[in-house]
């Protein structure tokens, strides 16, 4: 594909997000809150599932405990 073609692909797909200058200029620079190292004891099992999934299980343990959280407290 020429880049022109790539292009008006890119233009035509309802998920495509182009930023323009508008958006840029009110655009926020956002820094994640730091994490805690925690030592956490868990049963090999649910350990073994986690990881099982590769790379990134910390993230995911993370955020199902993250969702718990949220489900206990709904914001209104």
Do not use: C, S
Not at 13 to 23: E, H, L
Not at 64 to 76: D, I, K
Request: hydrophobic share 45%; aromatic share 8%; charged share 20%.
């Amino acid at each position: 594909m020429t880049d022109e073609e790539i292009t008006a692909a890119a233009a035509a797909d309802p998920d495509t997000f182009i930023p323009d200058a508008r958006w840029m200029n009110n655009a926020k620079v956002v820094v994640p809150q730091a994490k805690e190292i925690v030592t956490l004891r868990l049963d090999p099992d649910v350990l073994a599932w986690f990881r099982h999934a590769g790379p990134g299980y910390q993230t995911r343990i993370n955020a199902v405990l993250r969702a718990f959280v949220e489900a206990q407290n709904p914001q209104p």
